[in-house]
C-alpha cells in the first residue's frame, strides 16, 4: 500500500534519488539554522547600531553596515533554507 503521506512526484524514486532528496533537505535544514543565527546576531547588532548612526560622524557607520549584511544574510539563508526544505513533512533532528 503506498504511503499517502509522501507527495505523489517522490513516491516513485530509485535509492540515488531518495539519497540526493535527503541531502537536498539536509542543505535546506542548514541553511534555515544559518538564517536563524544570522537573524539573532542582526538583532544583537541593532543595539549598537542605534548609537553608531546617532554618534558617528558623516557615512562612516561601521556597526549599521554589519547589521545590514548580517539581516541581508539572515534573509537569503532564509529564504534558500525554505525553497530546499520543501516537501519535507516529518521533523528531522540531527
Not at 27 to 32: A, D, P
Not at 61 to 79: E, I, K, R
Amino acid at each position: 500500500m503506498a504511503n499517502t503521506l509522501i507527495p505523489v512526484e517522490e513516491r516513485m524514486l530509485t535509492p540515488d534519488e531518495v539519497e540526493m532528496l535527503d541531502k537536498r533537505r539536509r542543505r535546506g535544514q542548514l541553511f534555515l539554522v544559518l538564517g536563524l543565527q544570522c537573524l539573532l546576531v542582526s538583532g544583537l547588532l541593532l543595539l549598537f547600531s542605534g548609537q553608531d548612526a546617532t554618534y558617528s560622524p558623516h557615512l562612516i557607520h561601521p556597526m549599521v553596515y554589519w547589521n545590514l549584511t548580517t539581516f541581508t544574510l539572515a534573509l537569503v539563508f532564509l529564504a534558500t533554507g525554505v525553497k530546499l526544505k520543501r516537501g519535507s513533512n516529518e521533523f528531522i533532528s540531527y
